[in-house]
């Protein structure tokens, strides 16, 4: 990656990966005997490593093991901490509405296996990341209850230096899919007041198993489409089903000013090859108007 200023901005002050519902099983089962949701966990972590990105931090929001499994989680923490070890990155693990909450405490956390909500909060120099956990136990809604809000606050109280993001499973934004609505995240203006005057830039979240943003209580919120299976949206909203292609994962760049979310897809296919770091340093050799004059101009 270059170090020149090639525009107006510089390089993102923080990078964030985004990825979500891994829907893990244990003993590499496939979910619905159609989705190899290990194998395409492997391709995906393959996939964002590839990018060269060094994140500050990868975030994966919810619904980590399908069941709930001792051993998917256990699967999982081996497949993803070694790897981001090797990206000098800290892991976030989201609680969604298909995992439990002690399997997941003990697993991934090291924590007492009990029904307390998975939350925590990281400095990721100056930016703040705040994991809340909008599970409800014997439930696939999403709700946060009076407890985890009046913690929200107080964490919220004095401002991060780069701001905060908050990570959820479930996206505090409508959809077009009607049965998702009957599994929305529920008391959605207690969050709102919750966050109200605070210095959150961001809100990252899964659950849909399709990529789309929108705004919250004037906050952008970023939803990261599945690992596993993504929706079909190609059809209409009430017969929206899964299918095994359309992952990816997101690429959260974070300015002074601006936060950016990419949606990176997980392909094999051939690039056509143009841009090359050669290339780049070709450019990078140049003037800011020479660079301008060869790839700019419009040739006749």
């Given amino acids: 990656m270059a170090s020149v200023q090639f525009g107006q901005h510089a390089p993102a002050a923080r990078v964030i990966l985004h990825l979500s519902d891994t829907h893990l099983l244990g003993g590499d089962r496939l979910l619905g005997d159609r989705y190899d949701t290990a194998l395409h966990l492997r391709r995906t972590l393959e996939a964002a490593a590839a990018t060269g990105v060094r994140p500050d931090a990868v975030v994966f929001t919810g619904d980590l093991a399908d069941l709930g ?15 981001a070890e090797g990206l000098g990155a800290p892991v976030v693990w989201v609680a969604g509405n298909h995992d439990e909450r002690p399997a997941l405490r003990e697993e991934l956390l090291d924590a007492e296996p009990t029904e307390e909500p998975v939350t925590g909060v990281w400095d990721l120099g100056g930016l703040r990341l705040i994991a809340l956990d909008s599970t409800v136990p014997g439930w696939h809604h999403g709700d946060i209850d009076a407890e985890q809000l009046e913690w929200l606050r107080a964490e919220l109280a004095e401002p991060a230096p780069l701001g905060t993001i908050l990570a959820l499973h479930h996206p505090p934004l409508p959809t077009h899919i009607p049965f998702f609505d009957i599994l929305e995240l529920r008391d959605q203006s207690g969050l709102a007041a919750a966050i109200a005057g605070s210095d959150v830039r961001a809100i990252l979240a899964g659950h849909l198993h399709y990529s789309t943003s929108g705004t919250f209580a004037g906050v952008p919120v970023s939803v990261a489409a599945a690992s596993c299976y993504t929706m079909d949206l190609a059809r209409p909203g009430d017969a929206v089903n899964g299918m095994d292609a359309g992952r990816s994962f997101h690429l959260v760049h974070v300015w002074d000013d601006t936060i950016t979310h990419a949606v990176v897809p997980v392909v094999d296919v051939e690039a056509s090859g143009f841009f090359t770091p050669e290339w780049t340093a070709r450019m990078a050799a140049l ?4 660079r301008l004059e060869a790839f700019s101009r419009k040739r006749p």
């Fill in 69 to 83: 499994e001792p051993e998917a989680y256990r699967a999982l923490r081996d497949a993803v901490e070694p790897w």
């Fill in 287 to 290: 003037s800011p108007e020479e």
